[in-house]
């Protein structure tokens, strides 16, 4: 079975503050995704990686970055936490070419 | 622009009634379309899937409908389950090109609730 873990459940942090959030794939897939679910908005892409220290924006980049230096790593950063960065968060992995995207269970970030 | 819709938010069923969960799309370019169940505390996992060179895919209970022309596609839960109440997305990709690195555009989710 493919696994993707998140490495937090739950994450409160500061408003200013810079925040990591981890995942990692064991499936050995080269697609990764980041995405943040916010109720009324569904799933909205923020970033995504097709290889190691590739990425490419999604469609609200905007506050984040991320960073890809091993195959089965995708980080999202938080360069200074604000309050509209709290929501859910969902990393994503797949096989190139198969558009089945394998979930972790999510981050639920609270900025205060 | 929402791409891909879901406009009820939220279904109720009686249990062992057929569920109707319905999605529209705009962008004429998706060719693939899936959908996810997901239930809280835990990530979205794949349900079904269909090609837009098909327009009816089944597994088991499930089956997903698929109308091209009217670019709109439902899935189908007969007989309905209590374990079948979650959040359902939909969602679509241009499978063809392979420059979509598999990126996926999702509807914003309808609630699910199956009454025993």
């Known amino acids: 079975d493919v696994k993707v873990t998140q490495s937090s459940r739950y994450l409160v942090k500061r408003t200013g503050e810079k925040v990591f959030l981890e995942c990692v794939q064991d499936?050995?897939?080269?697609?990764m995704f980041w995405y943040r679910q916010d109720p009324g908005l569904g799933l909205r892409l923020i970033y995504f990686s097709y290889d190691v220290k590739m990425k490419e924006k999604g469609d609200i980049p905007e506050g984040y970055s991320v960073s890809r230096e091993k195959k089965e790593r995708f980080s999202l950063i938080l360069e200074s936490a604000s309050t509209n960065q709290t929501s859910m968060y969902l990393c994503?992995?797949?096989?190139?070419?198969?558009?089945?995207?394998?979930f972790g269970a999510g981050t639920r970030l609270s900025v205060l | 622009d929402q791409q891909v819709k879901q406009n009820s938010p939220s279904l109720s069923v009686q249990e062992g009634r057929i569920s109707i969960l319905n999605c529209d799309y705009t962008?004429?370019?998706?060719?693939?379309f899936l959908w996810y169940k997901k239930y809280p505390a835990e990530g979205p996992t794949f349900l079904i899937s269909i090609s837009s060179i098909k327009d009816k895919n089944e597994d088991g209970r499930f089956t997903v409908f698929l109308n091209k022309s009217a670019k709109h596609l439902s899935l189908h839960i007969v007989p309905s389950q209590p374990g079948d109440s979650a959040v359902y997305f939909c969602a679509a990709t241009p499978n063809a090109g392979g420059t979509s690195y598999g990126k996926l555009t999702f509807g914003q989710g309808t609630i699910l609730t199956v009454h025993p």
């Open positions: 994503a992995s797949s096989l190139p070419g198969l558009n089945i995207q394998y």
């Open positions: 962008n004429s370019m998706f060719d693939y």
């Open positions: 499936m050995d897939h080269e697609n």
